[in-house]
């Protein structure tokens, strides 16, 4: 029997309003702005949806599970919205949309989970399990040394520079193969469901419904913000660049935005640091990867090749998180920190 609450019941209501004037918006071509605005709500309002769905489902299991569950349903629109941007031709969205991804969990969000877990423990540091964030650093430093190693090449303009596509496929299979023999112990390890906070508020059935509706409602709502996006980029002037690295990764990360910030109020920490750190991993060692190779299916092919800039960031973020978080630790000054680094890398690209 679910035991929904007046604001959830409302909430779940305005998802619905949200997600039938995006389709309106969308098939009755209304102006850019205001299409595209609200494809950007409609996707963030089933981020929620999938976000709120999966937590009733994972007080059945511990936060590893409860984490991993959350991120990859959560991942579910960027998915979307990168396989549609590639359909369209629209290959910088499609990268800064993956990249955005990385960086805005890994830096935004995770940052500001820092800072609400840190002024919620009493003594103003924020204490969580130190294997999980080791483990996501090592798996983003290996798909930084492939894209790393591009990068190198194309600039040096050597040999392998000319066999970029071959180079990513193998490298996606390889990053694939890594993450399936991480995560698979890593779910079997943790499979204790979590004591002390009620239980699930949700039947197995209504939850499960939940899930699949927000599922596929956000592969349509996922080709009308793809739609809308390059009208509205070009009305509102912003750069490609800008578009798909904070806006298309920010509305595409809804639940990990919305799920880690309300865990670490709650001061489930291992929750909240397992939900955004999962999806880190998720997007850098199996999304992106899955996508390469998705692509040569497509007409737009993926690759790991990036702007040298990306790169950069890329390799400097990977650096950080493991110092910021590898001893299970971190207080609110380092949660800013993070912040601030995405505040100048969004700045960076509105000049790209």
């Known amino acids: 029997m679910s035991r929904l609450s007046q604001l959830e019941r409302g909430a779940l209501a305005l998802v619905v309003v949200l997600t039938a004037l995006a389709g309106a918006a969308n098939y009755g071509a209304w102006a850019p702005v205001p299409r595209f605005a609200l494809a950007t709500l409609a996707l963030a309002g ?46 910088v969205v499609a990268q800064t949309a993956i990249v955005g991804s990385i960086l805005a969990n890994a830096l935004l969000v995770l940052g500001l989970v820092i800072v609400i877990g840190a002024r919620r423990s009493p003594d103003g540091v924020m204490r969580f399990s130190s294997k999980l ?35 990513s496929a193998v490298g996606a299979v390889c990053l694939l193969v890594v993450y399936l023999t991480w995560v698979i112990p890593y779910l079997r390890s943790d499979t204790s469901p979590p004591e002390g906070y009620g239980g699930p508020r949700l039947g197995l059935g209504v939850t499960l419904t939940l899930l699949l509706l927000a599922g596929g409602a956000s592969a349509f709502v996922s080709d009308w913000f793809v739609n809308g996006l390059a009208p509205a980029i070009a009305v509102l002037n912003l750069s490609q660049a800008f578009a798909g690295l904070v806006i298309v990764a920010i509305a595409g990360n809804a639940v990990e935005n919305v799920a880690g910030l309300v865990l670490a109020y709650k001061r489930r920490s291992d929750l909240a640091i397992s939900v955004v750190k999962n999806s880190v991993a ?66 960076l690209t509105l000049y790209e």
């Open 282 to 347: 998720q997007i850098a060692a199996f999304l992106f990867p899955l996508l390469v190779l998705v692509s040569f299916a497509l007409s737009t092919q993926l690759t790991f090749a990036l702007a040298p800039v990306y790169i950069g960031a890329l390799a400097l973020t990977a650096l950080t998180l493991s110092q910021v978080t590898g001893d299970g630790e971190a207080a609110e000054f380092e949660g800013w920190a993070l912040v601030a680094l995405y505040v100048i890398l969004a700045t």
């Open 46 to 91: 089933l981020a929620w949806v999938v976000s709120f769905a999966t937590e009733q489902l994972g007080e059945r299991f511990g936060p590893g599970v409860t984490g991993m569950l959350q991120s990859t349903l959560g991942n579910l629109p960027e998915l979307f919205v990168v396989i549609f941007a590639l359909k369209a031709g629209e290959l």
């Open 133 to 167: 964030p080791r483990d996501t650093a090592t798996l983003l430093l290996l798909a930084v040394f492939i894209i790393v190693l591009l990068g190198l090449s194309l600039a040096a303009h050597d040999p392998a520079s000319h066999h970029v596509q071959a180079i």
